[in-house]
């Protein structure tokens, strides 16, 4: 461990590594991550994968299609490929409002360059043959979609990112925050005080905790995600495209011969950000009765879109907790009340996809060189001053996760 540094990345997670990897990319290695547990144990160990670019606004595509790019130079750096299976995907709607939502899509996926073709649903059902859309008012196939695993990404940024030069240590816990005449020069850690020029809150859930030290509410709550991963059966043959439900908040794609299937839930279920344990695998996160009951209610609503749901065997039930912010809009930048901090979090259940946005943008406010995607819509003090631990809060962010205008927030930790 050194002692002075140009840049501290607190989190080891996909996107500090991927921080870490743009930075020395850019010529700055002067950088160092620290990491209290292992690279890639939080959240993204639990990542779905899922690599969608079916976003309404043209700066979250340009992130998340940074992402697909740095994908590429990894592999070529690290001589190995990283499995990303470009598969597609099918989205396909019922209602009036999804309908609007996914024309909305259509005209940035358009601007972007990125294909979109309009498929019927026995088109649809030759690529998913379990999938029945004959009620759907639109149906779309995006090629440039696709899966991998987020952790193998999170290792890749990590590695490529040491061979330039930068530091990566584990086993080092972030304190406190040093802070000199109204700037922050440096982190307290559990091995002795650090000092930088810049300090990156890339804390995942635990962000809120790190931006405590310096008083300002991080704007977005730890939300639990989950999905159930069915036996392999063989409807997840290999090459089937991913799967988007939104009517039914679902999404599937293929896992191991069988298929993963995400399931929002109704009332997302939030955390309070001061009170995490330091490591996911020690929440309480999955409650095993009222978890089934919530399937089968689930399952009822994918009935009309898979007539079959009810024989398929889950075998796997995996939940993570992600940072979702009241407009489900990332956190990106500067904190203006304090130089030299700077947050890139608020992941909205996308951090795995969009992490080669989130490391440029934020090498490119270190290097104060022109930034290549428009980050002015992820300013994190967009909401004012909040305060991250209330209810009222909470309930803003669950209802965002939720795609509702009211949520419910159900305390756990
Ligand atoms: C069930 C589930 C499914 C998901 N599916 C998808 C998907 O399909 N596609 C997608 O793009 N995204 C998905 N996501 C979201 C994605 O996993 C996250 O957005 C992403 O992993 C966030 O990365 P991160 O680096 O910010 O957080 P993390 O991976 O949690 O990393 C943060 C790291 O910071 C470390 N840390 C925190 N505080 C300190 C401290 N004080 N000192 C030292 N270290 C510290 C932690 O130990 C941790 O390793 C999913 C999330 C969940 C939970």
């Known amino acids: ?35 209290r547990n292992e690279l890639s144990s939080g959240a993204t160990a639990r990542s779905a994968g899922c690599f969608s670019h079916a976003r309404s606004d043209r700066s979250t595509i340009r992130m998340i299609s940074r992402t697909r ?27 009036e409002e999804r309908e609007r939502e996914l024309l909305d899509m259509e005209r940035c996926l358009a601007a972007e360059g990125l294909p979109v073709e309009v498929l019927d649903a026995a088109a ?15 149906i779309v196939f995006l090629a440039s979609d696709g899966y991998l695993d987020g952790a193998r990404l999170g290792h890749a940024y990590a590695r490529a990112a040491r061979l330039l030069g930068a530091r990566i240590v584990r086993g080092v816990a972030a304190r406190g925050a040093l802070v000199e005449d109204g700037r922050i020069v440096g982190v307290k850690t559990d091995r002795g005080e650090l000092r930088a020029n810049w ?14 030290w310096l008083g300002w509410g991080f704007a977005a709550a ?9 036996a392999p059966d063989g409807s997840g043959a290999p090459g089937r495209p991913n799967v988007q439900l939104p009517d039914v908040r679902a999404y599937l794609r293929s896992e191991v011969g069988g298929l993963l299937v995400g399931l929002q839930e109704p009332r997302s279920r939030t955390y309070h950000p001061l009170q995490l344990t330091a490591d996911m695998a020690d929440m309480p996160l999955i409650e095993e009765e009222h978890d089934l009951d919530l399937l089968v209610e689930q399952a009822g609503r994918l009935r009309a879109f898979i007539p079959d749901v009810d024989r398929w065997g889950f075998a796997h039930h995996i939940a993570g907790l992600s940072m979702y912010t009241p407009d489900g809009k990332f956190l990106l930048g500067p904190t203006p009340p304090l130089p030299g901090f700077l947050v890139a979090g608020g992941c909205c259940g996308s951090g795995v996809a969009g992490s080669g946005g989130f490391g440029q943008s934020i090498a490119e406010l270190i290097a104060g060189t022109p930034l290549s995607i428009d980050i002015e819509r992820y ?13 009222a809060f909470r309930d803003r962010c669950a209802a965002a996760r939720s795609g509702k205008s009211r949520g419910r927030v159900d305390e756990v930790a």
Not at 199 to 212: K, P, Q, T
């Open 1 to 35: 461990m050194p002692d002075r540094t140009d840049v501290i990345v607190i989190g080891g997670g996909v996107i500090g590594c991927s921080i870490a990897y743009h930075l020395a990319r850019a010529g700055r290695s002067d950088v160092l991550v620290i990491e």
């Open 69 to 95: 790019a740095a994908i590429g130079e990894l592999e070529e750096m690290l001589g190995e490929s990283l499995d990303f299976r470009q598969v597609g995907c099918v989205r396909a709607v019922v209602g």
């Open 124 to 138: 649809a059902r030759d690529l998913c043959p379990w999938l029945e859309v004959e009620a759907a008012r639109r």
């Open 199 to 212: 300090v990156v809150d890339a804390g995942g859930v635990w962000g809120a905790e790190i931006a405590r």
């Open 222 to 230: 730890p939300t639990r995600s989950h999905y159930w991963i069915t």
């Open 379 to 391: 300013r994190p003090d967009r909401f004012g001053d909040v305060d991250p631990a209330s209810s």
